[in-house]
């Protein structure tokens, strides 16, 4: 045997950390979580990931920062999740060598320096954390509505991480209570994030994904490893196809894309640049109201009067307010007498109003009884998530105002990204029979196309598109009502009958399918 001399013995010593590093990431390959004195750690063994909640230190936020950079998204993208690390630990998919690769740059429509949706999302999401209790037996926790399933000595099959369609997607637990209840009843746990309805899809993301970050430590430590399934309806399966495709360490077992479409704005709104988008422009401007020159504006130095938007603001903040069984604060009178007084009235209408501690708890009294039977039949829930839809609306309005005019990234751009960087091996998609507006043939054909390019960057990768249409409309997945009534309804009329008298048969067979097809993945 030859001597090995300085140089071979270098050589031969990076040769052995090539081959322990290569046997080490195949050991991780598969993400699990193991439960220590001070942290959830990534374990795995075999081949193939199954992808699953895991925890990481604070530098995961990092971490995603740099995958949003390598996906071509700058990291303002995830300054939500930058600005969490000091507090709190992360969850992130573990890398390994077999991870599925994203393209280093994004289509140059996607405007990634976008940020006016983004404030307006962070700025809407106080009011999804101002919700105390959960509708039945939902829970609300850092802005995500979660449903476990019945007690059982079992974890649950899986995660499902739900999201809704555009305007309604902000009540995902009022609007798909059904379907969700029925899921959670098969053994899975369930995650409804809301989101506010935005011109810019990548900023709704990122905040989506900033709120689903919040409740993973906790979630994570109760039930252990548990894979994650991404289900959106409409505008919801258009953002799990995007942060399934843009964000690579958002850990996704599978995706199930309800409805899916991807529309431009003018293909979604008849007449948006000829009439809605002038008129929105109209709603949000008052600085060239006559009236305003007349009397010199508002008190606080605004313009006088009121738009349109800021009326609406006001009316929710008092309806929320209501909702609750509270008087309005003494700063919030105050603010809304200086916003609607015009300055000449400004020395005879009092300005900083004051209610007197004995008259205010008098008002208080009255309202308590009221206040009382609403906490008891639990529709103060309900009543505070319709007003989070309505309150979509003056942000979109402004967005408008603004200067959007399509969405970002655009539907051209979200094809060709999703053609390149699509990674969720399992994929189910829902097709209705009578909606006109869905473009499930076309995500089908273009994730068939996603499995084609990444063969040809992994052969071993294998994909599953499956596509099936079931009778129904557009809106089938929330038309249905909560699963107690109709449980009693059926005792009742008899199943078929219960189901076609309050239309929500549509809404059994998308569960059924549903579960059909994660059975078959063996979630």
Known sequence: MMPLNGKS???????????????????????????????????????????????VDA????????????????TRQSKSLLAMASTESKYTEAQSDDEMETDESSPADVDTQADKSYSTNASASSSFDSIQNGLGDWEEMHGNYVLRPPATDQEPRALIHFLGGAIVGAAP????????????????????????????YISTCDDIIGRFERIAPTLARQFGPVPVVGVG???????????????????RAANALLSYNNKEVKG??????????????????????????????????????????????????????????????????????????????????????????????????????????????????????SLDVLEQIPSLIKEVADGARDFNPTPASVKAIARRSY???????????????????????????????????????????????????????????????ASRAEDILGEDTAKESLLYSGADETVDELVRWLEEGNL
Do not use: W
């Not at 971490?63 to 071509?72: H, P």
């Not at 309806?233 to 850990?251: K, R």
């Open 233 to 251: 309806h409409s505008c919801g399966a258009l953002l799990q196809l995007l942060i399934t495709t843009l964000f690579p360490d958002t850990p």
């Open 9 to 55: 013995s270098y050589f031969l010593l990076m040769l052995l950390a090539a081959i322990v590093i290569r046997s080490n990431c195949a050991f991780f390959s598969q993400p699990q979580l193991q439960l220590t004195s001070t942290t959830l750690r990534a374990r795995g063994i075999g081949m193939f990931r199954m992808k699953s909640i895991q925890l």
């Open 423 to 485: 990674r969720a091996r399992r994929t189910l998609v829902i097709q209705y029979d009578n909606d006109p507006i869905d473009e499930s043939e076309e995500v089908e054909a273009l994730l068939r196309e996603a499995e084609t390019v990444m063969r040809n960057k992994r052969p071993m990768v294998d994909f599953d598109v499956q596509r099936t249409v079931l009778k129904g409309g557009h809106a089938t997945p929330c038309l249905a009502p909560p699963l107690d009534l």
């Open 268 to 385: 979604a709104i008849p007449l948006f640049d000829e009439f809605f988008a002038p008129f929105f422009v109209s709603l949000a401007a008052n600085g060239t109201n006559p009236l305003n020159d007349l009397v010199g504006g508002a008190s606080d130095g605004s313009t006088y009067p009121p738009n349109s938007l800021e009326l609406i603001d006001i009316g929710i903040q008092l309806s929320r307010k209501a909702v609750q069984g509270e008087l309005p604060t003494d700063d919030m009178l105050s603010e809304i007498a200086k916003r609607t007084t015009p300055k000449p009235f400004a020395s005879f209408v009092p300005q900083d109003i004051v209610v007197p501690t004995l008259l205010r708890d008098s008002f208080q009294r009255l309202l308590d009884p009221l206040k009382d039977a609403k906490t008891d039949a639990g529709i103060i829930p309900l009543l505070d998530q």
């Open 173 to 200: 637990d009022i609007s798909y209570r059904y379907i969700l209840e029925r899921l959670a009843q098969k053994g899975f746990l369930i995650v409804a994030t809301p989101f506010t309805l935005s011109f810019d």
């Open 59 to 74: 530098t995961g936020a990092t971490a995603r920062a740099n995958a949003n950079a390598n996906a071509g998204i700058p």
